[in-house]
């Protein structure tokens, strides 16, 4: 059972590079809110002049920053890569921009695995952005655990807002 830990990390790379091979080039997905912001806002970014290296481009910062997760997993769900995207291309856009990735988790298991968790959750979504172009030097990766919840509370609705990783520019 060694290979366990080796085979997770070469699936989640395999499906990061699918998603990223078959993402589509913008828009909004039907239903989604979410993703309608996010389309609104990586238009300007294409559509803007060129920066040179550390310029701010006049793009406008993603609204949504906080993506949530299931019980017990680090891996992306499908309604938030284009959240995702958003942010990468803003990202990329303004490469002076540097980002911190705070991953969490909801209070169910130990403190110690709960910080594991949420570093696997951040990283994660650090994965997300460099396979889309990002460079890894505008990341920074922290986890929080269960030591800052969202919201207080002991069932499922507070649990899944607390499974969570939230981008702090």
């Known amino acids: 059972m060694q290979f366990t830990p080796y085979a ?3 699936l989640v790379a395999l499906s990061l ?8 080039s913008g828009g909004a997905q039907d239903g989604d809110m979410d993703s309608a912001n996010s389309g609104a806002n990586t238009a300007g970014m294409n559509s803007g002049a060129n920066t040179n290296g ?5 793009a406008s910062m993603p609204d949504v920053r906080t993506i ?5 997993k680090d891996t992306i769900r499908p309604e938030f890569e284009s959240v995702l ?16 990735l705070e991953g969490h988790a909801d209070e169910r298991g130990t403190r110690e695995y709960n910080l594991g968790l949420g570093e696997r959750r ?8 460099t396979v889309q172009g990002v460079s890894p030097s505008q990341i ?5 655990g269960e030591e800052r919840p ?7 609705s507070s649990y899944a807002k607390n499974r969570r990783v939230v981008f702090d520019y």
């Open 8 to 10: 997770k990390g070469l």
């Open 17 to 24: 590079s699918v998603m990223a091979g078959c993402s589509s």
């Open 54 to 58: 550390n310029q701010m481009s006049n």
């Open 68 to 72: 949530y997760f299931a019980f017990d």
């Open 85 to 100: 995207m958003g942010h990468a291309q803003y990202l990329k856009a303004n490469t002076s921009a540097n980002v911190v």
């Open 122 to 129: 951040a990283k994660s979504v650090a994965r997300f952005l």
């Open 140 to 144: 920074e990766i922290v986890s929080y």
């Open 150 to 156: 969202a919201v207080q509370g002991h069932g499922e």
